[in-house]
């Protein structure tokens, strides 16, 4: 009776087996989540710790301004949290997209001026003209008619710059009295204010030209003046508060002196027009922010909000969007949707950053349902970490392209390598194998014939992987990996040992990346 019993109870065990995957319904997709998150209208329902970052930025009181973290971080969740925290007053917050900065044309725009060949000394200029055209953003808000808005900036003006005024004006408007772009008004600015400069300590004498027609300093002053009125006048201009929201920098930016030189300029024009009632809120590659001409950086630390997750805070993220996506409780996403320890090879397999781990978590559940099962299983973590490492190599070379081309070609020359090796071992094997694969012009070497300025010295080429995050460094064969600094960069010694960061390991089938 006793074996009848046990034998019924074990039948009835795998009946009662969960199906999480829910294979049969076409309506449980296998994401958990936008992966871009300014796309995610459900964001709110699963952001973990408010806290850390979104309170600040919705605070109109806090001067944290510029959040700045690497690329999947959750920079642009903070922002689109902002719009769904203020969903009510939609119409205050300002969205700026790259095309709108203009930085695509700066990457084409010809230096033949003094201003352009010279965007570094002329900061100050670049930052009055953004300071106008920001302010003509809000005030387009808050007064909506053409009518209202026009007179608004001639009483700002006054009657005697009424000439400077309507000049003005024509930037900010059409022909057919249509607002137009942030990008136009930029640009025809800076045509505007043609410099004619002779340079002496700093000062600058210089021209403007006023509806085609040239004007002396006092006008070129004038015409500043009046420019700076605009931003100076703007919040006792205002009658509500405003968010100004800007993402994406790195869409168009090529790392140009004229363009970091604009960026830096809107960086010192967003610092000071955030304060009430307007809270000016950016998303700022780490990378970018390092290559702007700022002078006195370590004054902007109370603008300045660096981003960091650690592993508890993303798991919770992970678990949030389980538990909504496939209804489950919290004590059955590890366990039972995944297995128990799941997340710790998952996060020792990405770089922490939560974008990563919403797409590795994607790719389980997507693998665990192909194959039929019903929860995922451990071989659906290791092929969905698996394809994750080889899509994080291609984005890898996308973020990197625009200083070393076809990075991943490189990249992939390390497949069927040990995970770790010694300097030496790099030199021989792999700077002094590239060098001659450029000298021959073998195969796709060309792409990546920018390496002949790196092989000469491996170090410097070392250097190279270590600050995109691929290798990780040692001090000596004995000593554990650690992530590089790029803040703080170690020295590359002879006894200096790298490590291949774990992400790319299941991509690259590195020796004894076969065994989980």
């Avoid at 700022?294 to 805070?313: A, G, I, M, S």
Wanted: proline share 4%.
């Amino acid at each position: 009776m006793s074996r009848f019993t046990l034998s019924e109870a074990v039948s009835m065990r795998k009946l009662i087996v969960k199906d999480y995957l829910k294979a049969a319904d076409s309506s449980i997709t296998p994401d958990f989540g936008r992966v871009v998150a300014e796309q995610d209208k459900e964001l709110a329902d699963y952001y973990v710790a408010p806290e850390r970052y979104v309170d600040r930025a919705v605070n109109i009181a806090d001067a944290a301004t510029f959040f700045v973290g690497p690329k999947g971080i959750g920079k642009s969740a903070i922002l689109q949290m902002v719009r769904l925290t203020r969903a009510s007053e939609e119409n205050r917050i300002i969205n700026i997209a790259p095309d709108d900065l203009a930085f695509s044309a700066l990457a084409n725009i010809e230096a033949s001026t003094p201003l352009m060949k010279d965007a570094s000394n002329n900061q100050w200029l670049f930052k009055s003209l953004w300071d106008y055209v920001l302010s003509l953003e809000v005030l387009r808000r808050e007064f909506q008619e053409r009518s209202a808005y026009e007179n608004h900036l001639k009483k700002l003006f006054k009657s005697e710059n009424e000439r400077k005024a309507q000049s003005l004006l024509k930037i900010s408007l059409s022909d057919d009295g249509s607002l137009q772009s942030l990008s136009n008004t930029i640009l025809q600015l800076v045509k505007e204010v043609e410099i004619s400069a002779e340079y002496d300590n700093a000062k600058m004498s210089g021209k403007v030209t006023v509806d085609g027609k040239p004007s002396g300093k006092g006008d070129y002053l004038n015409l500043l003046g009046l420019v700076n009125s605009v931003a100076k006048s703007l919040p006792l201009s205002l009658k509500h508060p405003y968010y100004i929201l800007i993402d994406d920098l790195d869409l168009h930016w090529s790392d140009t002196q004229i363009q970091n030189s604009f960026i830096a300029a809107l960086f010192l024009s967003l610092r000071s027009l955030s304060k009430p009632p307007i809270k000016c809120v950016v998303a700022m590659r780490d990378h970018i922010y390092r290559s702007l001409p700022l002078k006195d950086r370590d004054k902007f630390h109370d603008w300045v909000c660096e981003l960091d997750w650690d592993f508890v805070n993303v798991k919770n993220m992970i678990t949030k969007r389980v538990q909504r996506k496939l209804k489950c409780l919290t004590h059955e996403v590890w366990g039972g949707v995944f297995p128990e320890n799941a997340f710790d090879k998952m996060w020792h397999h990405t770089f922490g950053r939560p974008r990563e781990l919403v797409r590795l978590a994607s790719l389980c559940f997507q693998e665990g349902r192909r194959q039929g099962h019903l929860s995922v299983e451990e071989t659906d973590v290791a092929a969905a970490i698996r394809k994750f490492s080889d899509e994080r190599i291609g984005d890898l070379a996308s973020e990197v392209q625009h200083v070393y081309p076809s990075f991943d070609l490189l990249v992939r020359k390390f497949a069927g390598w040990p995970k770790e090796f010694s300097l030496e071992d790099f030199s021989v094997k792999f700077a002094e194998y590239i060098d001659m694969e450029v000298q021959l012009q073998e195969g796709y070497s060309a792409r990546y014939a920018w390496t002949r300025g790196f092989t000469q010295e491996p170090k410097n080429l070392a250097r190279i992987f270590l600050e995109t995050g691929f290798f990780m460094i040692k001090s000596n064969r004995n000593t554990p990996p650690r992530r590089y600094d790029v803040k703080n960069p170690q020295d590359i010694t002879d006894d200096t040992w790298f490590a291949i960061h774990p992400t790319y390991w299941y991509g690259l089938n590195l020796i004894g990346s076969s065994d989980f």
